[in-house]
């Protein structure tokens, strides 16, 4: 296996090696037909049928790695373009759907502190210290008096790299800033949110300059159908052409329906793409004006 001597001619792109985001992004390569075989505990792998090598990254790395373009094209959080500081450096090509959450400012709720003016001149443990230092200049440029700021009082932002939430029970914190989900750490941990840094979820980004554009777009329009397809249903359904226009009303799809005549009779059958969302919805809508045969057809991939 010599990888090594096969990457120069390989478009890299990364990936979360673990956790939440990994599991995504292996189904949405799938998805998008990139086929590959990771060895095990080996951290890239070449692409069967397109010239590319997948490298299996820390989700910070990656926003730093296609940043500097070490890497051209990379999935991680949003948060992390942000903490890494490499807005400028990337293109935020789409957002993927998944990995969604808040980086939010918590106190215990024994605190009694409300507002986040109340942290200004504490002590906040956080994994995003860049961000949270940024949060928190602002609040001290307004909150803290001029003998402070001239004392050089700040709030103070201590870096720790997991277990945030355990921060505060240990005395380490007045507050701390980490990403909420379902908000079931928070509260085991006791802590409330108090304000929100920023809104998250996963993103395929890429380089300014990559290696190579035209394969960067092919993998982009790829993942954008498979992002897509998970978006829509298609629906089949019989119905009367006397209650065609109405349907259509129902179903009127992204450009328009496909109406297709049955044989020796009054009746079409329309196929049509619906928000998956809206679905039941629709669905009930077509059988109320007499449709039949309603099948709803997932979508595996598409291009719209
Ligand atoms: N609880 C969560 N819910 C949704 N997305 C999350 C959550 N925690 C982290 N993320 C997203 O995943 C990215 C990577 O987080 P991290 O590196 O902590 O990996 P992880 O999936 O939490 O795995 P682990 O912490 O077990 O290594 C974060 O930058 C964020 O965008
Ligand atoms: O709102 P919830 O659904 O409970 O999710 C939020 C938790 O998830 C992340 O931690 P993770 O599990 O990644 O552990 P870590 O602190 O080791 O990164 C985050 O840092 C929170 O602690
Ligand atoms: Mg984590």
């Not at 003998?147 to 355990?166: L, M, R």
């Amino acid at each position: 296996m010599d990888l090594i001597h096969q990457l120069p001619d390989r478009l890299l792109f990364a990936i979360p090696k673990k956790g939440r985001l990994h599991e995504h992004c292996v189904s949405l390569l799938k998805g998008a037909d990139i086929n590959f075989h990771r060895y095990n505990r080996l951290d890239i792998a070449l692409v069967k049928n397109l010239p590319i090598a997948l490298v299996f990254l820390p989700a910070p790395d990656i926003a730093k790695f296609v940043g500097d373009g070490n890497v051209d094209l990379g999935i991680t959080g949003q948060d992390m373009v942000e903490e890494c500081q490499v807005t400028d450096k990337v293109d935020q090509i789409m957002e993927l759907g998944f990995g969604c959450c808040k980086l939010q400012v918590q106190v215990p709720i024994k605190s009694g502190i409300n507002h986040v003016e109340e942290l200004v001149g504490k002590t906040i443990v956080t994994s995003f210290d860049v961000l949270a230092a940024k949060y928190f200049a602002e609040l001290d440029q307004e909150y803290l008096t001029d003998e402070e700021k001239a004392d050089g009082k700040k709030t103070k932002i201590e870096y720790v790299s997991g277990s945030v939430e355990a921060a505060c029970a240990l005395g380490l914190a007045d507050g701390i800033i980490d990403l909420v989900e379902t908000g079931e750490t928070m509260k085991v941990a006791g802590l409330k949110a108090i304000s929100t840094v920023l809104e998250t979820q996963a993103i395929l980004i890429r380089n300014k300059n990559p290696t190579n554009p035209s394969l960067v777009s092919k993998i982009t329009s790829r993942i954008k159908g498979v992002i897509a397809a998970k978006k829509y249903v298609l629906l089949n359904y019989n119905i009367s052409r006397d209650d065609l226009k109405e349907a259509t009303k129902i179903t009127p799809g992204r450009q328009a329906p496909t109406i297709s005549p049955l044989e020796n009779s009054n009746w079409v059958e329309v196929q049509s793409m619906v928000g998956k969302d809206d679905a039941a919805e629709v669905m009930d809508k077509l059988e109320e004006i007499g449709a039949k045969d309603i099948m709803l057809l997932k979508i595996d991939n598409c291009r719209v």
